[in-house]
């Protein structure tokens, strides 16, 4: 491809402001996971969501053998989840690994779907996988999430304090 536009596709893509991700999947010694942005729910009934992954992704080759992974959207504290797991390793983790029917997810994330993979398309030099939720949960209350924007995590900006960012679990978030 043009490498001009691989670029402009870069350059123009980072204007859109994405929550940040870990998928994690039982590995060999333990889990895995990797850091992603392309997140989005498919379908209310049944519950589905996709990714995309690279197509040379050990942890999406790894869920292609399991079947089973959990999507974890990572809250504004869990930056360094995200860094370790985009492929810049951390020495000393500073998070918990769970697990529920031996899928592994992060303590302390916003949202936790535990997901089988109902498909695996082509995608260029990515691949696109779709996951059927089989349990999702989370805190009552959600913190502020960790966001990525410009190539690089942002935050929200809360000029009130009384709009800390916390959402209730109950409240609708899809209405289309």
């Known amino acids: 491809m043009n490498e001009e536009i691989v670029q402009d596709f870069r350059t123009l893509f980072r204007r859109l402001t994405t929550g940040v991700t870990l998928i994690a999947v039982t590995g060999g010694t333990g889990p895995i996971g990797m850091t992603v942005n392309s997140l989005t729910p498919v379908s209310l009934d049944p519950p589905l969501l996709l990714f995309c992954a690279s197509l040379t992704s050990a942890t999406a080759k790894r869920i292609a053998t399991v079947g089973a992974f959990s999507v974890n959207l990572l809250s504004g504290n869990q930056q360094d989840v995200s860094t370790h797991h985009a492929g810049r390793p951390i020495p000393e983790p500073t998070w918990r690994w769970r697990e529920t029917a031996g899928v592994p997810w992060i303590e302390g994330a916003n949202a936790i779907f535990r997901c ?26 959600a913190t502020t999430p960790l966001l990525y924007h410009g190539g690089k995590y942002v935050r929200l900006p809360y000029d009130d304090p009384d709009q800390s960012g916390e959402q209730r679990i109950d409240e609708l978030w899809w209405t289309g």
């Open 116 to 141: 089988r993979l109902l498909a695996e398309h082509p995608g260029g030099d990515h691949r696109i996988l779709i996951g059927r939720i089989d349990e999702m949960f989370g805190p009552a209350t």
